[in-house]
């Protein structure tokens, strides 16, 4: 069985044999977006996707996408007035 799969990045549409959501040319850029997320939620444990996208760069959209993969979880924390 073959996928038909939309990159999240670039929005190329490309086939595998498993569900993946970035392609060849991205992957590197996913991997990079990912970690800078990681170690950002360590660092600001209680973040959401508004304040990560401010702070990184990257979209809320990506961000929620991590999720909705199942890369990252939602919690229910408590935010701290600074």
Do not use: W
Not at 41 to 51: V, W
């Amino acid at each position: 069985m073959m996928y038909t799969n939309v990159c999240k990045h670039c929005k190329k549409v490309f086939k595998s044999k498993i569900l993946i959501f970035s392609c060849k040319d991205c992957i590197k850029l996913d991997a990079n977006h990912f970690d800078a997320i990681e170690l950002y939620l360590k660092m600001y444990p209680n973040s959401n996707a508004l304040q990560i996208s401010d702070e990184l760069g990257i979209t809320a959209y990506e961000v929620l996408q991590y999720v909705k993969e199942g890369r990252l979880k939602e919690s229910r924390g408590t935010f701290e007035q600074l």
